[in-house]
C-alpha cells in the first residue's frame, strides 16, 4: 500500500466516521444522565429524511439542516415524555422509535417523491459542499506533511469538522462545568443531585435534547453531506454501532472517538477493497460489506473488558415523599 492510498483510506475514515461520532455523542449525554437511548438510529433516520427532503425543496441545506434538527428534537421528546415524565421501559421506547422512524420515513417519502422511498438527487446549495482549509492548495507539494493536510485534513463537508470539534467541546462540557457535573451525577445517584435541590427531570430532559440535537446534524449529513438525498434505511445500523463503541469507549468522549474512528477505518478498507479473492476465487461483495460490522463485534467481545455504565442508567426516578 502506497502512501496515496494510505490517504485515500484515511480520507474515507474521516468521512465515514462523522455520523458515527456525533451519535456516539448523543448516547453519551444521554447515558451519562441515566437515559438509555437505543433509538439513536431512528432519530438519524428521520433527520436524514427531514434533511434531504426540505434541502430539495428549497435548494437550502442549512434549512434542511434545521429540519433534520428539529425532526430529531421530536423523536427525543417523544422519548423523553415516554422514559422521564411516565417512566416507561427506555429499551422498549427506543425500540419503538426506530421502528417507527423505518416506516413512516419510507412512507412520506413515497407519499412526496413517489421515487420508492427516496428523495430526488441533491444538487448545488442543497448539498454540503467539500471546504479548502487556508493554505491547502500551497502546502500541497511539502513532502508528508503537505498532503496530509491538503489531501487528508481538507476538502470535507463541515459537518465533518463539526463532528471532529464536537469531541472537545463534550469533554469539557461534561468534565469541566457545573452543568456536566450534575449531569454525570444524575446516572450515578439522581436521588443525591434531588437532595441538593437540582432538578433530576430537568437535566434528564436536557440530555435528550442534547442527544436530538446531535442525532440530527448526524442525519443532516448522512442525506445532505455523505451522500445526494435520502434513501431507505440509509443509516444501516450506523445507531446501533455508535452504541457499541459508546461501550468500547467506556463513556468516555476521547475513548469514542478512538472506537468511531476504528468503524470508519474498517468501514472504508471494506469499501476500498471490494473486489478481493482469495486464492484466485472471488470474495462476494456481501462479505466485505459485512467484514466492519463482524470485526467490530469481534473486537468488542474481545477487547473491551469490563465496562460499567452509569448506576442510574435505565431506571426511571421517583422522588421520595
Not at 116 to 123: H, I, K, Q
Not at 203 to 220: D, E, P, Q, T
Not at 245 to 270: D, E, H
Request: charge should be positive.
Amino acid at each position: 500500500m502506497d502512501f496515496a492510498t494510505l490517504l485515500q483510506i484515511l480520507d474515507s475514515t474521516l468521512r465515514l466516521s462523522a455520523p458515527l461520532i456525533l451519535a456516539c455523542l448523543a448516547g453519551l449525554f444521554s447515558e451519562r444522565a441515566g437515559i438509555l437511548d437505543i433509538g439513536l438510529e431512528g432519530k438519524m433516520l428521520v433527520a436524514a429524511f427531514a434533511s434531504g427532503a426540505v434541502a430539495y425543496t428549497t435548494g437550502s441545506v442549512w434549512i434542511g439542516l434545521l429540519a433534520a434538527i428539529g425532526a430529531s428534537m421530536v423523536l427525543s421528546a417523544i422519548h423523553g415524555v415516554a422514559s422521564i415524565t411516565f417512566r416507561g421501559n427506555q429499551l422498549i421506547s427506543g425500540v419503538a422509535l426506530n421502528f417507527l422512524a423505518a416506516g413512516m420515513t419510507v412512507l412520506i417519502a413515497q407519499s412526496w417523491f413517489g421515487q420508492g422511498g427516496r428523495t430526488p438527487s441533491l444538487f448545488g446549495g442543497a448539498r454540503f459542499e467539500p471546504v479548502t482549509l487556508p493554505f491547502a492548495e500551497a502546502l500541497a507539494d511539502v513532502p508528508i506533511l503537505g498532503p496530509i493536510y491538503a489531501d487528508l485534513l481538507s476538502g470535507h463537508s463541515i459537518l465533518v469538522y463539526v463532528a471532529l470539534l464536537t469531541v472537545p467541546l463534550t469533554w469539557w462540557v461534561l468534565f469541566r462545568t457545573r452543568f456536566g457535573l450534575r449531569l454525570r451525577a444524575v446516572g450515578e445517584n439522581p436521588a443525591a443531585v434531588d437532595t441538593a435541590g437540582v432538578s433530576v427531570v430537568g437535566l434528564r430532559y436536557a440530555s435528550v435534547a442534547i442527544a436530538g440535537l446531535l442525532c440530527g446534524i448526524a442525519g443532516s449529513y448522512l442525506s445532505t453531506g455523505l451522500q445526494a438525498g435520502f434513501v431507505k434505511d440509509m443509516t444501516a445500523g450506523r445507531g446501533y454501532i455508535a452504541l457499541a463503541a459508546l461501550i468500547f469507549a467506556k463513556w468516555r468522549p476521547w475513548y469514542a472517538l478512538g472506537a468511531c474512528l476504528l468503524f470508519g477505518l474498517l468501514q472504508a478498507l471494506a469499501l476500498r477493497y471490494q473486489n478481493l479473492d482469495i486464492f484466485g476465487i472471488p470474495l462476494p461483495t456481501q462479505i466485505m460489506d459485512a467484514a466492519p460490522y463482524i470485526l467490530t463485534v469481534v473486537i468488542l467481545a474481545g477487547f473491551v473488558g469490563k465496562a460499567i455504565p452509569p448506576r442510574a442508567g435505565g431506571q426511571p426516578y421517583v422522588k421520595e415523599r
